[in-house]
Nanobody, 120 residues
Framework: QVQLVESGGGLVQPGGSLRLSCAAS????????MGWYRQAPGKQREWVTN???????NYADSVRGRFTISRDNAKNTVFLQMNSLKPEDTAVYYC??????????????WGQGTQVTVSS
């Protein structure tokens, strides 16, 4: 019913920057909370950051001050600006969105993931 399509991953050197995007489409009445998670090889998926419809944000300690989440409500899109990247930021990054459908039911959706590799 809803698709989340991510883009913007890739290979970057330590200290570099990347910007991820995640666009939602489909049966959407409103998008509530949106966020980013990541999963490194051999590790569990971990929460990175989230943003409420109000614009309030939260960040994991490991990325605070380096990553910035934002959203464009008109385009149903969430962004993740990642600066000062470190090798330990290497992971598959997933967006998720808490969506209220037209019929007022509510579901959380996940994107397919985009690879971010930080290496020299």
């Amino acid at each position: 019913q809803v698709q989340l399509v991510e883009s913007g991953g890739g290979l970057v050197q330590p200290g570099g920057s990347l910007r991820l995007s995640c666009a939602a489409s489909g049966n959407i009445f409103t998008i509530n909370d949106m966020g980013w998670y990541r999963q490194a090889p051999g590790k569990q998926r971990e929460w990175v950051t989230n943003i409420y419809s109000s614009g309030d944000t939260n960040y994991a300690d490991s990325v605070r001050g380096r990553f910035t989440i934002s959203r464009d409500n008109a385009k149903n899109t969430v962004f993740l600006q990642m600066n000062s990247l470190k090798p330990e930021d290497t992971a598959v990054y997933y967006c998720n969105a808490d969506i209220t459908h037209v019929a007022r039911s509510r579901t959380t959706y996940w994107g397919q993931g985009t690879q971010v590799t930080v290496s020299s």
